[in-house]
């Protein structure tokens, strides 16, 4: 059974880059077709997605954290990694991994919902 | 990126009652190549991570109670949960696929009454 897991700092201070690693378990990280991803949570607050990195490195980024955003895969380490720049209080977040489920797929790229996710990694953002 | 509004924020339902949840988005998610809607739902216990429901709309994910169904169109979906149950009590998130960033709803809280 494919098990993800979140690890990283728990405290970042502001200005700084946030750096989590995902490491998947139980399954290929090297299949075709999936997109990798990272969704994060504020305390108290609704879903929000972060980016999507398939096994060849391709990778696709929410508008709002592009400029600040980088995501890598390592298929060798069996893990797929995030960067997040320049952080600020409102970064502070529970972040999770997950892997999709690909429903649909067309000229303009892939579409898909999220059916494994990680326990989730509180990240506080704080001097 | 599109909007999606859930209504209620929160509600509180009997056991054994009827719960339902509306999701609205702020354009089409009904996708022309292949006549489905783009839309899926996610229940979140607390401390958990979401779990996937029901996608393309109405579509139930393996192992998920058929007490949990999904209908709607176009903008308009809606949730419900019939027969409900203790173990229900969670937060419920509507999601779209249809177009990049996917997004999700504001979350709909549900409670026992």
């Known amino acids: 059974q494919l098990q993800l897991q979140e690890s990283g700092p728990g405290l970042v201070k502001p200005s700084e880059t946030l750096s989590l690693t995902c490491t998947v378990s139980?399954?290929?990280?090297?299949?075709?077709?999936?997109?990798w991803s990272w969704i994060r949570q504020p305390p108290g607050k609704g879903l929000e997605w972060i980016g999507s990195?398939?096994?060849?490195?391709?990778?696709s980024y929410s508008p709002s954290l592009k400029s600040r955003l980088t995501m890598s895969v390592d298929t060798s380490r069996k893990h797929f990694s995030l960067k997040l720049t320049s952080v600020t209080a409102a970064d502070t977040a529970v972040y999770y991994c997950a892997r999709p489920k690909t429903l649909y797929y067309d000229r303009s790229g892939f579409y898909y919902v999220w059916v494994n996710w990680g326990h989730g990694h509180l990240v506080t953002v704080s001097s | 990126d599109v909007v999606m509004t859930q209504s209620p924020d929160s509600l509180a339902v009997s056991v054994g009652e009827t719960a339902t949840i509306s999701c609205k988005s702020n354009?089409?998610?009904?996708?022309?190549?292949?006549?489905?809607?783009?839309l899926g739902w996610y229940q979140q216990k607390g401390g958990q991570p979401p779990n996937l429901l029901i996608y393309w709309a109405s579509t139930r994910q393996s192992g998920v109670p058929d007490r949990f169904s999904g209908s709607g169109s176009g903008t308009d979906f809606t949730l419900t949960i019939s027969s409900l149950q203790a173990e229900d009590v969670a937060v419920y998130y509507c999601q779209q696929y249809y177009t990049s960033p996917p997004t999700f709803g504001q979350g709909t809280k549900l409670e026992i009454k």
């Open positions: 990195v398939d096994n060849s490195g391709s990778t």
């Open positions: 354009q089409s998610l009904l996708h022309s190549s292949n006549n489905e809607n783009f």
């Open positions: 139980g399954g290929s990280i090297s299949s075709s077709g999936h997109f």
